[in-house]
C-alpha cells in the first residue's frame, strides 16, 4: 500500500509540475501577442496621425538636382530621414548613339538620404531648408515646409515626365510629375 501512495503522489506531483509549466509558457506567449498587439495599434495610430503632401517640383535636364517641397500636414513630427523612401523616374538623355536612334531608357531610381545638400551625389536625396524651422531645429514639424533636392545618376531627356515620389517610414506616400525642361 504505500508503494502504490508514493508512486501515485510522484504522479500527481509530476502532472502539477508540468501543469504549471505548460502555464508559464502560456502566459509567456499570450504576453508577447499583447505587446506586438499594442505595437500595431501604436504604429496604425501613426499612420493616421501622418500627412504629406509635395508642391513645386522642377526637374531640368541638366546634371544639377530636381527640387521639391514637402509640407508636414499631419501631427507627427517627421525626423526618421534614413528610412525615408525617395524614388525618382525619368527618361534618360542616354547616350550618343540613343538619341540617334530616338531612344531614351526610362530610369528608376531609390536615392539614399544625405544629411547635406553640399556637392550632393548621384542617387542621393537632402533637404536644404525648412521653412520656418523654430520648435525642433532640423525636424520637420506639423505645418513647416522641407525644401528637398535630389540627385539622378543621369540626366533627364528633354520634354519627358520625371516624377518623385516620397515616403515616411511609416508608409505615408506621395508624388507629383512634371515635364523636365
Known amino acids: ?86 524614388i525618382i523616374t525619368y527618361q534618360e538623355n542616354g547616350t550618343l548613339a540613343q538619341q540617334l536612334l530616338g531612344q531614351h531608357p526610362t530610369v528608376t531610381e531609390a536615392l539614399t538620404y544625405s544629411p547635406t545638400c553640399a556637392s550632393l551625389m548621384a542617387d542621393r536625396w537632402c533637404i536644404s531648408s525648412i521653412q520656418n524651422d523654430y520648435v525642433h531645429k532640423g525636424l520637420i514639424d506639423p505645418g513647416e515646409v522641407a525644401n528637398v533636392e535630389v540627385q539622378p545618376a543621369n540626366v533627364p531627356w528633354k520634354a519627358s515626365t520625371f516624377t518623385a515620389e516620397f515616403g515616411t517610414d511609416n508608409g505615408v506616400t506621395t508624388s507629383e510629375s512634371v515635364s523636365t525642361t
Open 1 to 86: 500500500m504505500g508503494l502504490s501512495v508514493a508512486i501515485s503522489g510522484g504522479i500527481v506531483t509530476f502532472a502539477i509540475i508540468y501543469a504549471m509549466v505548460s502555464f508559464s509558457s502560456e502566459v509567456g506567449d499570450s504576453a508577447k501577442v499583447g505587446t506586438s498587439q499594442a505595437q500595431m495599434a501604436n504604429n496604425m495610430f501613426q499612420r493616421l496621425q501622418t500627412d504629406v503632401t509635395m508642391s513645386n517640383l522642377t526637374a531640368q535636364n541638366t546634371v544639377g538636382p530636381a527640387t521639391f517641397q514637402i509640407t508636414n500636414t499631419g501631427n507627427t513630427l517627421l525626423w526618421n530621414y534614413d528610412n525615408f523612401d525617395v
